[in-house]
Nanobody, 118 residues
Framework: VQLQASGGGLVQAGDSLRLSCAAS????????MGWFRQAPGKEQEFVAS????????RYADSVKDRFTISRDYYKNMVYLQMNDLNPEDTAVYYC????????????WGQGTQVTVSS
């Protein structure tokens, strides 16, 4: 399984940004895809996840109503649309995947930096 994240950048508070994650190496039926982030000096935290088959999404409270996770079933892509960004969203964002039923995410892509200036 390979995960390639892209789309990060430097934006101002209130701006939007869309991250993309290209997933390859197998079919992902019954898998779950997720986004995590790690800010400087902080632990990695869960941002959002989506089930591959049904597209059922779940969000961290800190991003709910601002971020939207989605997947393109046919293109093997996962997206994170981030709206109304604030400086607290500054972090390296990671795409991750896990098999259905797995206890934790076992596959990770490289991170993409998101920096939000005030």
């Amino acid at each position: 399984v390979q995960l390639q994240a892209s789309g990060g950048g430097l934006v101002q508070a209130g701006d939007s940004l869309r991250l993309s994650c290209a997933a390859s190496g197998r079919t992902f039926n019954n898998w779950m895809m997720g986004w995590f982030r790690q800010a400087p000096g902080k632990e990695q935290e869960f941002v959002a996840s989506v089930t591959w088959n049904l597209g059922t999404a779940r969000y961290a409270d800190s991003v709910k109503d601002r971020f939207t996770i989605s997947r393109d079933y046919y293109k093997n892509m996962v997206y994170l649309q981030m709206n109304d960004l604030n400086p607290e969203d500054t972090a390296v964002y990671y795409c991750a995947a896990k098999r259905g039923g797995a206890a934790s995410f076992g596959y990770w892509g490289q991170g993409t930096q998101v920096t939000v200036s005030s």
